[in-house]
T-cell receptor, first 116, second 114 residues
Framework: DARVTQTPRHKVTEMGQEVTMRCQPILGHNTVFWYRQTMMQGLELLAYFRNRAPLDDSGMPKDRFSAEMPDATLATLKIQPSEPRDSAVYFC??????????????FGPGTRLTVL | GENVEQHPSTLSVQEGDSAVIKCTYSDSASNYFPWYKQELGKGPQLIIDIRSNVGEKKDQRIAVTLNKTAKHFSLHITETQPEDSAVYFCAASLSGAGSYQLTFGKGTKLSVIP
């Protein structure tokens, strides 16, 4: 059963601490997205990668957020230092670039982050 | 950039009735329109999508219609069941041009009353 996995599922931390969220895309998918979901803003695209290269990270606060893909099976989103306004659910999604399927994004279960 | 408006924000229907959710988009170049269902505590799940070369697509009790001239598309759920209760998101994208970004609507919380 191919699915996107994310760890941790829940994270509670104190302001100023570093937070790292991890995502394993579906095997064979070469495009990975990071989204943030809040009640006020809905689903916001933070960054996305294709073939491990960043294509767009304009939605991400550059001073504290960073996203990487160390290899094809792992994507990370790091916040340093974290702030209470970062509290949200962070989703990873993956997609293939096969013609006709290239926009179908498959979402993971999310990481619920609470920054106190 | 693309802007997607979604209405209504909440919708309550009696079990067995139909539900309709509507979205409008701003970029006439967009050609891919998916709908996602998000249950409590889970990630969004793709339930149906439509590409601009067709006007309607059905999958059992759900259907999506697209009017490219008016730049709006709709999700129709017939014979609603309690398990249809969830938040539904529409989205728009430009497919096949090396762009992979989806722009999402704000979501519609659908409640099906038994």
């Amino acid at each position: 059963d191919a699915r996107v996995t994310q760890t941790p599922r829940h994270k509670v931390t104190e302001m100023g601490q570093e937070v790292t969220m991890r995502c394993q895309p579906i095997l064979g998918h070469n495009t990975v997205f990071w989204y943030r979901q809040t009640m006020m803003q809905g689903l916001e695209l933070l960054a996305y990668f294709r073939n491990r290269a960043p294509l767009d990270d304009s939605g991400m606060p550059k001073d504290r957020f960073s996203a990487e893909m160390p290899d094809a099976t792992l994507a990370t989103l790091k916040i340093q230092p974290s702030e209470p306004r970062d509290s949200a659910v962070y989703f990873c999604a993956s997609a293939t670039t096969l013609v006709g399927r290239d926009n179908e994004q498959f979402f993971g279960p999310g990481t619920r982050l609470t920054v106190l | 950039g693309e802007n997607v408006e979604q209405h209504p924000s909440t919708l309550s229907v009696q079990e067995g009735d139909s539900a309709v959710i509507k979205c409008t988009y701003s970029d006439s170049a967009s050609n891919y329109f998916p709908w996602y269902k998000q249950e409590l505590g889970k990630g969004p799940q793709l339930i149906i999508d439509i590409r601009s070369n067709v006007g309607e697509k059905k999958d059992q009790r759900i259907a999506v219609t697209l009017n490219k001239t008016a730049k709006h598309f709709s999700l129709h759920i017939t014979e609603t069941q309690p398990e249809d209760s969830a938040v539904y998101f529409c989205a728009a994208s430009l497919s096949g041009a090396g762009s992979y970004q989806l722009t999402f609507g704000k979501g519609t919380k659908l409640s099906v009353i038994p």
